[in-house]
């Protein structure tokens, strides 16, 4: 496979006649959506996440000589998008504890995919930050940006995020996102049964009419850390049946393939919201997501037990070429579908160690 040189203007093109047409793994599904953690630091030590006994003061986290180097993620990127990748996601960790994270959303934000469409490029963080960053970001090239806030009520937000961090400064964020441009902007709240789930409908009574797409996610079994228990989930249906009771919704059909989450509008057109249901109704027979971790480990499923490293290819000399021919083969080969055997309690393979979040990136 060849990779043209960068395209004028800034613009870092692919020449279309060296790429497949189609990059399809065992199951039939394309490689559409990159997430690219850029730090395994975060600010908080959510209980579902990075728990604070685990990730305690003592915890080791990546040494810099292992964390991919910007130039080397745009790498790793640009060799994705000549594979088909249309939507980038940076992630954490807490992306914008990544130092002079603007440089990098600069170069990634000059990929065009081969037919020459600007490659969608989003961010997901804890909004801690956002407020300082948000304005530099947009003018980087970032287009997007998605804020996890599992509650509007202080208690409940400090207890989960289990440092204190008042629900106030969330919202600055989200609100200096929607001055910057970074929009639509999207809330994600983790649902988990006897924690937070009394906080649904006050969310979405919150967000409803500002243009904020709010979306609710299952608490998930990722990692082997957080004491993930199935009595914990609350399933989205019902996620869906709470809020209808007091504003009632319809549901809107999908944006595009593979979509994670299950739209629903308010009838009364005040916006909407979405359900992401990766524990009751799996979606992997859909699933289009590469992960790329922060030390340069590629992941097929954000379940996964192993990864393929890349960062050694890389370091050790091989072409771009040669990078790309392993991409590709590790796509063809994917055949995860976790949250659909654990749906259906088949065996789910070979026991292991999941990769936790804080590493892959959610």
């Not at 929009?183 to 243009?211: C, E, L, S, Y």
């Not at 097929?300 to 890389?314: N, S």
């Amino acid at each position: 496979m060849r990779i043209a040189p960068e395209a004028p203007r800034g613009r870092a093109r692919v020449d279309p006649a060296s790429v497949d047409a189609v990059l399809t793994d065992t199951r039939g599904r394309a490689m559409r959506d990159l997430r690219i953690s850029v730090t395994d630091r975060c600010t908080f030590r959510c209980v579902y996440c990075m728990p604070k006994d685990v990730y305690g003061r003592g915890h080791a986290f990546l040494p810099r000589s292992d964390v991919l180097s910007f130039e080397e993620i745009t790498r790793v990127a640009r060799v994705a998008v000549a594979h088909g990748i249309e939507k980038i996601r940076l992630t954490g960790g807490e992306p914008l504890l990544r130092r002079d994270l603007p440089v990098l959303v600069e170069q990634l934000s000059a990929l065009t995919t081969p037919v020459g469409h600007p490659v969608d490029l989003a961010m997901t963080t804890n909004g801690a930050l956002l407020a300082r960053h948000a304005a530099r970001l947009h003018e980087a090239g970032l287009r997007r940006v998605t804020v996890s806030l599992d509650s509007l009520d202080d208690a409940t937000f400090m207890a989960m995020n289990d440092v204190g961090f008042p629900v106030a400064k969330v919202l600055r964020g989200i609100d200096a996102a929607r001055e910057a441009g970074l929009g639509p902007v999207k809330v994600n709240m983790v649902v988990k049964r006897g924690h937070n789930d009394q906080d649904i409908v006050p969310m979405a009574r919150h967000f409803a009419g500002t243009g904020v797409v709010l979306r609710f996610i299952e608490y998930m079994d990722v990692g082997t850390t957080n004491g993930w228990r199935l009595e914990h989930v609350v399933p989205s249906a019902e996620v869906v049946e709470r809020i209808d009771a007091v504003m009632p919704l319809e549901p809107v059909a999908p944006q595009y393939p593979g979509e994670t989450s299950s739209r629903w509008r308010y009838r009364d057109g005040s916006g909407e919201i979405g359900v992401i249901s990766s524990v009751t109704q799996a979606f992997c027979h859909a699933c289009t997501r590469a992960r790329i971790s922060t030390d340069g480990t590629l992941f097929t499923c954000l379940f996964a037990t192993g990864g393929h490293d890349l960062r050694g290819l890389i370091r050790g000399g091989a072409s771009d070429a040669e990078l790309a021919d392993a991409m590709s083969g590790i796509w063809r080969g994917r055949t995860d579908r976790y949250s659909e055997a654990r749906g259906a309690a088949e065996p789910l393979g070979a026991p292991g160690h999941r990769i936790e979040m804080s590493y892959i990136g959610g």
